[in-house]
T-cell receptor
Framework: DVKVTQSSRYLVKRTGEKVFLECVQD?????MFWYRQDPGLGLRLIYF???????EKGDIPEGYSVSREKKERFSLILESASTNQTSMYLC???????????FGSGTRLTVV | AQSVTQPDIHITVSEGASLELRCNYS??????LFWYVQSPGQGLQLLLK??????LVQGIKGFEAEFKRSQSSFNLRKPSVHWSDAAEYFC?????????????FGAGTQVVVTP
C-alpha cells in the first residue's frame, strides 16, 4: 500500500516562529497536496504540486509556502506562524490518474 | 461559484438503523464525486467514487451512494450502521476543467452512533 507519512502528529509552536511540516510519500506519485482541516469548514486546499519544483496555489495560500525538491517530499512552510494557523494539516499524494488519493494521518498544529 | 454542500453538520443514529448523508454540488457540468470517511485521529479513507455510468455506486464497509443529476446530489447511504461507523464523512468533487487532480470538499458531517 502507498504510504503518506507526516513527520509530526502534534506540534506546538510560538507566534512568529517559522514552521516546517513535512510529508513523504513512497509510491512515486506525481501530485501532492496540502490541505487544512477546520471544524465546519471541511478541508481547504493550501498548495499543491504536480512535479518536482512545481507548485500551484490552492484556495487559501496566504501565510504559507511550499517546497518540493524531491518527488517524494512535499513541505509546507509557515513563514511566521500566527494563532489563526492553529489547525489540522493533511498531506495527500495522488497518482495523476482517476483521483487515486492517499492521505497522511495529519499534523495537529497549535500556535500559541 | 463552484461549491459542495453537506447540509447536515451532525447526525445521531442508533446502531442498526439506516443512515443517509446528503451532499449537493454546484458545478457547470457533472464532476467526479467522492465520499471519504475520517475516523478519530486518522487520515481520510475513500469509501466510494462516481465518474460515470451506473448512478448507484457501491463502496467499502457496506456503503452506497446514488448520483442524481436532476438534483445535483450524491447522497451516501448505509442500511444498518455499526458502532464503528461513528466518524466524520466528507463529500468531495473533482474533475472540473481546471482541477489538476484537486478535490473540493464539503464541510463534513459528524456521525454519532448510539447503542
Amino acid at each position: 500500500d502507498v504510504k503518506v507519512t507526516q513527520s509530526s502528529r502534534y506540534l506546538v509552536k510560538r507566534t512568529g516562529e517559522k514552521v516546517f511540516l513535512e510529508c513523504v510519500q513512497d509510491m512515486d506519485h506525481e501530485n501532492m497536496f496540502w490541505y487544512r482541516q477546520d471544524p465546519g469548514l471541511g478541508l481547504r486546499l493550501i498548495y499543491f504540486s504536480y512535479d518536482v519544483k512545481m507548485k500551484e496555489k490552492g484556495d487559501i495560500p496566504e501565510g504559507y509556502s511550499v517546497s518540493r525538491e524531491k518527488k517524494e517530499r512535499f513541505s509546507l512552510i509557515l513563514e511566521s506562524a500566527s494563532t489563526n494557523q492553529t489547525s489540522m494539516y493533511l498531506c495527500a499524494s495522488e497518482t495523476g490518474l482517476n483521483y487515486g488519493y492517499t492521505f497522511g494521518s495529519g499534523t495537529r498544529l497549535t500556535v500559541v | 461559484a463552484q461549491s459542495v454542500t453537506q447540509p447536515d453538520i451532525h447526525i445521531t443514529v442508533s446502531e442498526g438503523a439506516s443512515l443517509e448523508l446528503r451532499c449537493n454540488y454546484s458545478y457547470g457540468a457533472t464532476p467526479y464525486l467522492f465520499w471519504y470517511v475520517q475516523s478519530p485521529g486518522q487520515g481520510l479513507q475513500l469509501l466510494l467514487k462516481y465518474f460515470s455510468g451506473d448512478t448507484l455506486v457501491q463502496g467499502i464497509k457496506g456503503f452506497e451512494a446514488e448520483f442524481k443529476r436532476s438534483q445535483s446530489s450524491f447522497n451516501l447511504r448505509k442500511p444498518s450502521v455499526h458502532w464503528s461507523d461513528a466518524a466524520e464523512y466528507f463529500c468531495a468533487v473533482g474533475g472540473t476543467t481546471d482541477s489538476w487532480g484537486k478535490l473540493q470538499f464539503g464541510a463534513g458531517t459528524q456521525v454519532v452512533v448510539t447503542p
